[in-house]
C-alpha cells in the first residue's frame, strides 16, 4: 500500500486566486513527480524532483512552481489560476532515480477554475 | 521521440469474460514497458512492468502483458474479469528521465 498523500481532493476557485496543492509521502523516496490529466487524455508530467533542492520541468509547458525544500513534501503553486488550469493533478514518487522504477501515486486532486 | 498508443477508448465485457488491452509503442532501441490501472477517484495503480528477459510478464490481480517486439505491442490480457476490474488502464513506456503514458482504454464490466 502506497503512503502518498495529497490535499485538498477537490478545489473549486475563481480566476485570479493563488493556490497550493499539496503532496506529501512517507516512503522515504528520493524522487517525486506531478502529472496533469485530462479526461480522455493521457498524463502529462509537469515537474519532478531528484530529492531536496532539486527540481525540473516536465514535458509539458506549464505556468506552476513546485518547490522541494523537505524529502517527503513537493508542493505545487499556482500563482494566479485561470480557467485553463483546470484539471486534475496527480503526484507520484519513486525510490530511484530513473524512470524504471515503481512509481507510487496519490489520488489527485481535481481543481476547477471559475 | 518516443510514443505510445492505446488504439481502444473504451472497452465493455461481461463478468467472467477474457480481456485483452492493447497497447503500441514507437521506440527504437528495448523500451521499458509498463501497465498502469485507475479507479475512480483513485491515484495509479502499477499493475506490471517489464524490461527485459521473458516476453510474458506476471502482474497483479490476476493480469499478464506479453512483450512482442516485432509488433511493437505490449498488450494486457486476463482470463476472467471480474466486476472490480472495471477501471482505466494506462500503457506507458520510459524515456530516459519520465513516462510517456497513452491515452488510456476504459473498462466496463456488466453483471
Known amino acids: 500500500e502506497a503512503d502518498i498523500y495529497q490535499t485538498p481532493r477537490y478545489l473549486v476557485i475563481g480566476t485570479g486566486k493563488k493556490i497550493t496543492l499539496e503532496c506529501s509521502q512517507t516512503m522515504g523516496h528520493d524522487k517525486m513527480y506531478w502529472y496533469q490529466q485530462d479526461p480522455g487524455m493521457e498524463l502529462h508530467l509537469i515537474h519532478y524532483?531528484?530529492?531536496?533542492?532539486?527540481?525540473e520541468k516536465g514535458d509539458l509547458s506549464s505556468e506552476s512552481t513546485v518547490s522541494r525544500i523537505r524529502t517527503e513534501h513537493f508542493p505545487l503553486t499556482l500563482e494566479s489560476a485561470r480557467p485553463s488550469h483546470t484539471s486534475q493533478y496527480l503526484c507520484?514518487?519513486?525510490?530511484?532515480?530513473?524512470?524504471?522504477?515503481?512509481?507510487?501515486f496519490g489520488p489527485g486532486t481535481r481543481l476547477t477554475v471559475l | 521521440a518516443q510514443s505510445v498508443t492505446q488504439p481502444d477508448i473504451h472497452i465493455t465485457v461481461s463478468e467472467g469474460a477474457s480481456l485483452e488491452l492493447r497497447c503500441n509503442y514507437s521506440y527504437g532501441a528495448t523500451p521499458y514497458l509498463f501497465w498502469y490501472v485507475q479507479s475512480p477517484g483513485q491515484g495509479l495503480q502499477l499493475l506490471l512492468k517489464y524490461f527485459s528477459g521473458d516476453t510474458l510478464v506476471q502482474g497483479i490481480k490476476g493480469f499478464e502483458a506479453e512483450f512482442k517486439r516485432s509488433q511493437s505491442s505490449f498488450n494486457l490480457r486476463k482470463p476472467s474479469v471480474h466486476w472490480s476490474d472495471a477501471a482505466e488502464y494506462f500503457c506507458?513506456?520510459?524515456?530516459?528521465?519520465?513516462?510517456?503514458f497513452g491515452t488510456g482504454t476504459r473498462l466496463q464490466v456488466f453483471p
Open positions: 507520484a514518487s519513486s525510490r530511484d532515480k530513473d524512470f524504471t522504477d515503481t512509481q507510487y
Open positions: 506507458a513506456v520510459s524515456e530516459a528521465d519520465k513516462l510517456i
Open positions: 524532483s531528484y530529492g531536496v533542492n532539486s527540481t
